[in-house]
């Protein structure tokens, strides 16, 4: 006899017709709809993930000083002021285009970063991928937060694997379309995603999500964050220092290994190594937090990151063995991002895109700011001497982490 399943996401009671995800995942946890928002992310970020790389190479085809290529980072972030807006308008409409649309306009904008003839434009393009990559992730991480049901560390985690992929691969392939057509010639790079937004578009179905939404009464997100605002500004404070810790290493290590002699091609291998090493961290450390608690993640990724990346930064000498460390580094700081995400899906699930925006606007605005004064640090000081002073940065978040909810605290505060 066919029967009917119904779940509760966010507090609201939801009825699953037999045979659909919702319905035969007895904790909630959608698979395919977490996969094929996973798959849009892995897209997106492939384009995104080519700063790194191209930091070196429009500041040798411009011949502009490391403090002002360092603009191309906030020029990317800035458009992530919007994202609380963006946050608020996918919530009472429908976060389906906001995916489907985004890899197209990454991916046109970022791949033509090589044919720009001024710094000015250069910027215009960054800014353009930011608007993308602020519209993108605020309804992608909502719509994962929904789909992990009681399992959402995993779902955040196997989400920021192919984000993270897309970082792995990302340094290769636009490395590899330089070499192969010039830095000019490296645009047709944006066919993939392009051909990305056309399957987004007809297999990202979120009806059922939107659906739920406007079955609910709306949520003023102010209230929320005044009742909650000791967890969430714990919460944000370990989010921004993770992303500062982790900026050095994800923007400026091409940059770095070129400087002390390295090829280009050691410095994309180096980057998506590191990139590699998150993806194993996220994963494991997303789940792992379902079971043992999201506050004891963040905890000793704290305490570990600091002694990790300054070990590296000291054994750094060309070789393949020495990589090794950083990708221990790697693997501890980026996996804190899944399991800080997901736990502010859990502390505000009556309005999930408008605290994935408000995340990951607070994160994107301070770690700009701050690329700005590395790269000023670096100049100044060297890029190494730079590298060091920011690597110890992780144990900052310790304070943060001790005011952080455990997951029956977490309850009480939602019910």
């Given at each position: 006899?066919?029967?009917?399943?119904t779940t509760?996401?966010?507090?609201t009671?939801?009825?699953?017709?037999?045979?659909?995800?919702?319905?035969?995942?007895g904790?909630?946890?959608?698979?395919r709809?977490?996969?094929?928002?996973?798959?849009?992310?892995?897209?997106?970020?492939?384009?995104?993930?080519?700063?790194?790389?191209?930091?070196?190479?429009v500041?040798?085809?411009?011949?502009?000083s490391?403090?002002?290529?360092?603009?191309?980072?906030?020029?990317?972030?800035?458009?992530?002021?919007v994202q609380?807006?963006?946050g608020?308008v996918?919530?009472?409409?429908?976060?389906?285009?906001?995916?489907?649309?985004?890899?197209?306009?990454?991916?046109?904008?970022?791949?033509?970063?090589?044919?720009?003839?001024?710094?000015?434009?250069?910027?215009?393009?960054?800014?353009?991928?930011?608007?993308?990559?602020?519209?993108?992730?605020?309804?992608?991480?909502?719509?994962?937060?929904?789909?992990?049901?009681?399992?959402?560390?995993?779902?955040?985690?196997?989400?920021?694997?192919?984000?993270?992929?897309?970082?792995?691969?990302?340094?290769?392939?636009?490395?590899?379309?330089?070499?192969?057509?010039t830095?000019?010639?490296?645009?047709?790079?944006?066919?993939?995603?392009?051909?990305?937004?056309?399957?987004?578009?007809?297999?990202?179905?979120t009806?059922?999500?939107d659906?739920?939404?406007?079955?609910?009464?709306?949520?003023?997100f102010?209230?929320?964050?005044?009742?909650?605002?000791?967890?969430?500004?714990?919460?944000?404070?370990v989010?921004?220092?993770?992303?500062?810790?982790?900026?050095?290493f994800?923007?400026?290590?091409?940059?770095?290994?070129?400087?002390?002699?390295?090829?280009?091609w050691?410095g994309?291998?180096?980057?998506?190594?590191?990139?590699?090493?998150g993806?194993?961290g996220?994963l494991?450390?997303?789940?792992?937090?379902?079971r043992?608690?999201?506050?004891t993640?963040?905890?000793?990724?704290?305490?570990?990151?600091?002694?990790?990346?300054?070990?590296?930064?000291?054994?750094?000498?060309?070789?393949?063995?020495?990589?090794l460390?950083?990708m221990?580094?790697?693997?501890?700081?980026l996996?804190?991002?899944?399991?800080?995400?997901?736990?502010?899906?859990e502390?505000?699930?009556?309005?999930r895109?408008s605290?994935?925006?408000?995340?990951?606007?607070?994160?994107?605005?301070?770690?700009?700011?701050?690329?700005?004064?590395?790269?000023?640090?670096?100049d100044?000081?060297?890029?190494?001497?730079?590298?060091?002073?920011?690597?110890?940065?992780?144990?900052?978040?310790?304070?943060?982490?001790?005011f952080?909810?455990?997951?029956?605290?977490?309850?009480?505060?939602?019910?």
């Amino acid at each position: 006899m066919d029967t009917t399943t119904t779940t509760t996401t966010g507090g609201t009671a939801v009825t699953a017709e037999p045979g659909t995800a919702a319905a035969t995942a007895g904790d909630g946890f959608q698979a395919r709809k977490t996969f094929i928002v996973a798959a849009g992310h892995l897209s997106h970020d492939i384009y995104s993930s080519f700063l790194g790389v191209l930091i070196p190479a429009v500041q040798a085809k411009l011949g502009i000083s490391l403090a002002v290529v360092s603009l191309m980072i906030p020029a990317q972030q800035l458009p992530s002021v919007v994202q609380p807006a963006i946050g608020y308008v996918a919530d009472r409409t429908t976060r389906k285009w906001f995916v489907v649309a985004a890899p197209t306009v990454a991916a046109v904008s970022l791949s033509c970063v090589g044919l720009a003839p001024s710094v000015a434009v250069v910027l215009l393009l960054l800014m353009a991928s930011g608007l993308a990559s602020a519209a993108f992730h605020t309804a992608a991480i909502a719509l994962v937060g929904e789909y992990g049901g009681k399992r959402m560390g995993r779902a955040m985690s196997i989400f920021m694997a192919f984000g993270d992929s897309a970082r792995t691969i990302g340094p290769l392939l636009i490395t590899a379309a330089i070499a192969l057509f010039t830095l000019k010639g490296s645009a047709v790079v944006m066919v993939f995603g392009i051909a990305a937004s056309v399957v987004l578009f007809f297999t990202l179905d979120t009806r059922e999500s939107d659906a739920r939404r406007r079955a609910t009464d709306s949520v003023a997100f102010r209230p929320l964050l005044r009742a909650r605002r000791k967890a969430i500004t714990s919460l944000l404070g370990v989010y921004v220092i993770n992303g500062l810790v982790t900026l050095p290493f994800q923007y400026f290590l091409v940059k770095l290994l070129i400087t002390n002699g390295r090829s280009d091609w050691y410095g994309g291998i180096a980057l998506s190594l590191l990139s590699g090493a998150g993806i194993a961290g996220g994963l494991i450390a997303g789940s792992l937090s379902d079971r043992i608690g999201r506050k004891t993640i963040m905890t000793i990724a704290a305490v570990a990151s600091a002694p990790l990346f300054y070990l590296y930064l000291v054994l750094e000498n060309g070789s393949w063995q020495v990589l090794l460390v950083l990708m221990a580094a790697g693997f501890v700081a980026l996996s804190v991002r899944p399991v800080t995400l997901a736990m502010g899906q859990e502390l505000v699930p009556e309005a999930r895109s408008s605290m994935s925006g408000l995340m990951l606007a607070l994160s994107y605005i301070t770690t700009g700011v701050a690329s700005i004064g590395f790269g000023t640090l670096g100049d100044a000081v060297g890029i190494r001497e730079a590298f060091l002073i920011v690597a110890g940065v992780s144990l900052l978040a310790l304070p943060f982490v001790v005011f952080l909810p455990d997951s029956r605290e977490i309850r009480r505060l939602t019910a």
